[in-house]
């Protein structure tokens, strides 16, 4: 199954919310209107755009209305696809790497956003594109998160750095750096305790991580990778802006997208935040995680 095929597999809830809306208000050859813009707006908002990211996509409908770009229901379409698409540049979707040494990648994210699952899916799709992996099991408060991750690292084969259940995870990150430098990994995973965003002192655990590895390895992290789960729309990006008070977010893994009706978060996270989506999970096998491409998103989202 192609990238298109996927994307549209796992969007199909999304799309028949999306595309059956616009469908009951874009006839073919209605003439854009005020009217009009407002019933797109509610179909947005519908569809978990957010608010503020569907006035803002309003506003750009609107005013290339007024400057006769567009001027039939048609038309909104593709240009919401343009204006959606212009939102990720390419440098803003790759994984950034180290200038030299291992790249450290920090993985945050709460119990039951499919963290660890997506550190798992992750060091698999970076394995095949020939990087040597490493991941840290730094998640020590959770009773089967090393466990889990162990077993997953076995599966995809690469290597992992853990100490006991209830161990520092900062001691556990700093083994996992030094392991990393002595092994000559590419890229190191360091899976972080699933906390909730309200827990202050889990939070502060989680800044001390990023301390420890950056003293460790100048540079890094060099990136902050946090999972939301994409079932829960708007409440994934209150998430984000939580987390982003105590540790530099610079990308989303956008996990169980597949199980979602509501992928225009996609679009809300990444104008509300400033924050790109660089990774979603397309379903619950090993394999099922793709780099997000944002030209095989609309037109899967768009699609009927």
């Not at 995809?156 to 750095?161: A, E, F, N, S």
């Not at 556990?172 to 030094?178: G, N, P, R, S, T």
Request: glycine letters at 8%; charged letters at 25%; aromatic letters at 6%.
């Amino acid at each position: 199954m192609g990238l298109f095929d996927r994307f549209k597999k796992a969007l199909s809830k999304t799309r028949e919310k999306i595309v059956g809306g616009f469908k009951s208000i874009l006839p073919f050859g209605r003439a854009i209107d005020e009217a009009l813009l407002d019933e797109v707006y509610e179909t947005m908002i519908r569809d978990d755009f957010g608010p503020a990211t569907a006035e803002k996509l309003i506003g750009a409908v609107r005013e290339a209305w007024k400057k006769k770009e567009i001027a039939q229901s048609q038309d909104i379409i593709e240009f919401l696809k343009k204006h959606i698409v212009g939102k990720w540049p390419a440098d803003i979707r790759s994984l950034a790497k180290a200038p030299a040494g291992p790249t450290v990648v920090l993985i945050a994210g709460i119990n039951g956003s499919g963290k660890t699952t997506s550190v798992a899916k992750l060091a698999n799709h970076l394995k095949k594109q020939g990087n040597k992996v490493m991941v840290a099991a730094c998640d020590t408060y959770r009773a089967a998160a090393v466990l889990q991750l162990t077993e997953w690292a076995g599966r995809c084969g690469v290597d992992i750095v853990k100490h006991e259940q209830g161990a520092d995870p900062g001691a556990v990150a700093y083994d996992a750096c030094e392991a990393a430098i002595a092994r000559k990994i590419d890229i190191l995973l360091v899976d972080t305790a699933g906390r909730l965003h309200t827990q202050d002192h889990l939070m502060r655990e989680l800044n001390k991580i990023q301390r420890v590895v950056e003293k460790k390895l100048p540079g890094a992290p060099h990136e902050v990778l946090l999972v939301l789960d994409a079932t829960i729309g708007q409440n994934a990006v209150l998430q984000a802006k939580m987390f982003g008070e105590h540790v530099k977010v610079s990308g989303i893994i956008l996990a169980k997208l597949d199980g979602s009706a509501k992928g225009g978060i996609v679009v809300g996270i990444r104008d509300q935040l400033n924050v790109p989506v660089k990774f979603v999970g397309l379903g619950e096998t090993i394999d099922d995680i793709e780099p997000f491409d944002p030209q095989t998103f609309v037109e899967a989202l768009f699609s009927e």
